[in-house]
């Protein structure tokens, strides 16, 4: 098991991977799929912060899914809207 020190780094790192996979895929074009990407990153990135710098790792199962589902609703209003916008 890695120590906490050791954990919140690993997030940090994983967490700046990401953010740059994120402005390099918003950089390479306009499409649906470069935008679900940045989209999925996003998702991965609040699931990062709270499991990991916000501990919720060690929290009740509906706290968990309340905080990851409010970040998955906006991911997918914004996707929905993207569409919309599209057509």
């Known amino acids: 098991m890695l ?5 919140l780094l ?3 790192l994983l967490l700046v991977g ?3 996979a994120s402005v ?3 950089g390479s ?3 649906m799929l470069l935008a679900a990407l940045v989209l999925l ?3 991965a990135k609040a699931w990062l912060i ?6 919720l790792r060690h929290a009740p199962w509906l706290w968990r899914m309340l905080l990851f589902g409010w970040a998955l609703v ?3 209003g914004i996707f929905l809207s993207l569409l919309c916008a599209r057509s």
């Not at 120590?3 to 954990?7: E, F, I, K």
């Not at 709270?50 to 501990?55: P, T």
């Open 3 to 7: 120590s906490s020190s050791r954990l």
């Open 10 to 12: 690993a997030c940090w």
């Open 18 to 20: 990401l953010s740059v």
């Open 24 to 26: 390099q895929l918003a």
């Open 29 to 31: 074009g306009i499409s």
């Open 41 to 43: 990153a996003a998702l």
């Open 50 to 55: 709270s499991d990991g710098f916000m501990e």
């Open 74 to 76: 906006m991911a997918l």
